[in-house]
Nanobody, 125 residues
Framework: QAQLVESGGGLGQAGGSLRLSCAAS???????VAWVRQVDGNEREFVAA????????YYGDSLKGRFTISRDKTKNTVYLQMNSLKSEDTAVYYC???????????????????WGQGTQVTVSS
């Protein structure tokens, strides 16, 4: 399976924007690609997912409208555009993918079998 490498994390300002990238190397993403975040070892929270083939998008209930997931097939990369950042967006953001996941499971982080190493996002107020 492909190696997933996240980038673009760092320090952001409240009200500002950051864009995360997830590149797949050595293979393809699979059927769905998701962004999942985790704060200090707490339960992972689903952020967004995108169907690699058709581009359909899915969002966590509290995040739609501020975050946008997209993909660039030519670059084998998935993006997460984060706008109107809040301090509570501070977390480690992981890219995850799976080839066999079904539509009803896209919002469940446990359904994804391939994970990147994560990138820290810190939002200062």
């Amino acid at each position: 399976q492909a190696q997933l490498v996240e980038s673009g994390g760092g320090l952001g300002q409240a009200g500002g924007s950051l864009r995360l990238s997830c590149a797949a190397s050595g293979g393809t993403f699979g059927r769905y690609v998701a962004w999942v975040r985790q704060v200090d070892g707490n339960e992972r929270e689903f952020v967004a997912a995108i169907g690699w083939s058709g581009g359909h998008t899915y969002y966590g209930d509290s995040l739609k409208g501020r975050f946008t997931i997209s993909r660039d097939k030519t670059k084998n990369t998935v993006y997460l555009q984060m706008n109107s950042l809040k301090s509570e967006d501070t977390a480690v953001y992981y890219c995850a993918a799976d080839s066999s996941i079904i539509l009803s499971s896209v919002r469940f982080s446990s359904a994804y079998g391939n994970w990147g190493q994560g990138t820290q996002v810190t939002v200062s107020s």
